[in-house]
């Protein structure tokens, strides 16, 4: 039997699209955020301007993924995806000014649009709806060791610089590349209902509902996951050494939060699984606006963490269940479009934010009432028997 007809090398090599393409690709760039502002690489508004790039490169690819997937395959868009990310960060090596590093971010989310839409789309190609909320959790794993393995080992690479950082990281997703090839297959099946499961019906309204709810929650994602080991570093004054490896904590929780969204969903439903992941985020963000205190602001980073990723999970195995597998690709698409909108108008807002000089926690209470608003709309986002199809 052809690997990529194994389930479990399938799932595994989508894991390792998905550390790489966002445990790497995309989680490198916040732990190096500190290293960069000491070497005047960036200012620390810039950086927010060249996370909101790094969102914009997002969207592009979210608009254009499905597509591509549907005329070239799932298992090569994916492959391309993490190659362009494999010179995103080798680019990012290089010290050549604003601009560079914004179009080197731009690069870094088209990877990471191609591998968070389509990862979990070829990992649960085949597998029985009763396990899908397992599989979906566990390629989501990926992103968390990745986040973990990069904020242990950074400061390591980074005495001389932020260079050593980026290429450090480089290899490593050039390693996740080699391993992942095989199960990446363009052979692999996707996008195809089960024989046993009819079309399913559903609202526009709700869908659309549940577009607006999940760009929310990137909005309330973005000062965590750009800005955690900056805050640290800059408002609480801690070593760069330690701002760096925060993210660690802060990937504990992504690591986590995939395989206790698929636990929760099975014990009470992914609504409301999604729903408890999106209010674990409005949680850490309370803790950062009720305490200077050191470690329950690293705290904070490890529920933000687990929060995030049960809401990705949670996102993806939802759209699932209300579109079913033939539309799945089709409107996962869309939702991680309004995600991509969502964090980039918070990178924006926070940039601007920090250069009008209204401080790091202006931006926490802009995620705090991003959460919240998304945690409403998703009690109005339930299965209908009277939708329509798109």
Sequence with gaps: MPLHERN?????????AMLAGIGLVRYSYSP?????????????????????????????????????ARRWS?????????LIGLVSVLGSGFDLGFVWLCGCRFLAGLTAAGTMILAPVIAVSGIRRALRSTVIG??????????????????????????????????LVLACIILSWAGLSPLVPTDHPETNEPPHAFSRWTMWTFFVAYLLAAVGIVPHSIYLSAYVHQALEQPVAFSTMVYAIYGGGVLV????????ARVVG?????????????AAVGLVLSTASLWFVVASGALLGAGQMGIAAGTTHYALQLVGPARHTAWWG?????????QAAGALGMGAM??????????????AGSFAASAILLFFVRPSNEGRTP
Excluded at 10 to 16: D, F, K, P
Excluded at 74 to 82: D, H, K, L, T, Y
Excluded at 143 to 166: C, H, K, Q, R
Excluded at 257 to 264: A, M
Aim: glycine share 16%; with cysteine.
């Design 334 to 342: 869309r939702l991680t479009i309004g995600f991509n909108i969502g």
């Design 354 to 367: 920090l250069h009008a000089k209204l401080g790091y926690l202006a931006g926490f209470w802009m995620g």
């Design 257 to 264: 939060g995939g395989l206790v969204f698929g636990w929760l």
């Design 32 to 68: 190096l955020i500190p290293a960069m502002l000491d070497q005047h690489w960036i200012s620390a508004s810039e950086a927010g301007y060249i996370g909101t790039l790094n969102f914009v490169g997002n969207l592009v690819g979210a608009i254009f993924c499905a597509a591509l």
């Design 138 to 171: 566990t390629v989501f794993v990926g992103a968390g060791a990745g986040v973990i393995g990069m904020s242990l080992l950074l400061p390591f690479f980074i005495a001389g610089g932020p260079a050593g950082g980026w290429w450090f990281t480089a290899a």
């Design 8 to 16: 479990w090398y399938r799932i595994l090599s989508s894991v390792l």
């Design 270 to 282: 992914s609504r409301w699984a999604l729903i408890t992941s999106v209010l674990c985020g409005l």
């Design 74 to 82: 799932a298992g090569r868009v994916c492959r391309w995806s993490m």
